[in-house]
T-cell receptor
Framework: ETGVTQSPTHLIKTRGQQVTLRCSSQSGHNTVSWYQQALGQGPQFIFQYYREEENGRGNFPPRFSGLQFPNYSSELNVNALELDDSALYLC????????????FGPGTRLTVL | AQTVTQSQPEMSVQEAETVTLSCTYDTSESNYYLFWYKQPPSRQMILVIRQEAYKQQNATENRFSVNFQKAAKSFSLKISDSQLGDTAMYFCAFSRGGYNKLIFGAGTRLAVHP
């Protein structure tokens, strides 16, 4: 069974640029959630995708957007990067149900200069 | 709105001893789930244990057990026979039944010393 994978591991961008982060869900899972974890804090929910549609969103501006593909993999796109976007971005997959547990990938460390 | 509070920023314990990490939460929901996740320096968030709110019995996974006090909205994690590999950040998390979004606490950094 393949776990959740994310790419790239690290990324450095400058303010104003755009970035795309990628996530492959664990086999058998059809739901992907994205979280932002600032240094020294707990993760904050960005949004969730189920059946290629956004299925809930946290308190993040529209410049954070996403996609889910037919194979259930997902992308997180951030436009007009700001310094405060520097964080660890975590992807989690689950099978969409009322009771399912989310399993996390290793994360992408984004640094905005 | 739901909130999760972890009041212990840092804890330390000697190898082979027992340590308890505290978590309290606030919700008006009756159907929800509680989790403890571990995040070692490698950064990957790993599920430690899960508790369904409708279950009165406390969850147990090997050396890890919880004390779930629903009325007090308390969900503490007990680690028995601590090992060096238990050194990590531990996050308490909440999700409302039917909506698979996790709300995390700020975390407790646990150091296990030989």
């Amino acid at each position: 069974e393949t776990g959740v994978t994310q790419s790239p591991t690290h990324l450095i961008k400058t303010r104003g640029q755009q970035v795309t982060l990628r996530c492959s869900s664990q086999s058998g899972h059809n739901t992907v959630s994205w979280y932002q974890q600032a240094l020294g804090q707990g993760p904050q929910f960005i949004f969730q995708y189920y059946r290629e549609e956004e299925n809930g969103r946290g308190n993040f501006p529209p410049r954070f957007s996403g996609l889910q593909f037919p194979n259930y993999s997902s992308e997180l796109n951030v436009n007009a990067l700001e310094l405060d976007d520097s964080a660890l971005y975590l992807c989690a997959s689950s099978f969409h149900s009322r009771t399912d547990t989310q399993y996390f990938g290793p994360g992408t460390r984004l640094t905005v200069l | 709105a739901q909130t999760v509070t972890q009041s212990q920023p840092e804890m330390s314990v000697q190898e082979a001893e027992t340590v308890t990490l505290s978590c309290t939460y606030d919700t008006s929901e009756s159907n929800y789930y509680l989790f403890w996740y571990k995040q070692p320096p490698s950064r990957q968030m790993i599920l430690v244990i899960r508790q369904e709110a409708y279950k009165q019995q406390n969850a147990t996974e090997n050396r890890f057990s919880v004390n779930f006090q629903k009325a007090a909205k308390s969900f503490s994690l007990k680690i028995s026979d601590s090992q060096l590999g238990d050194t990590a950040m531990y996050f308490c998390a909440f999700s409302r039944g039917g909506y698979n979004k996790l709300i995390f606490g700020a975390g407790t950094r646990l150091a296990v010393h030989p």
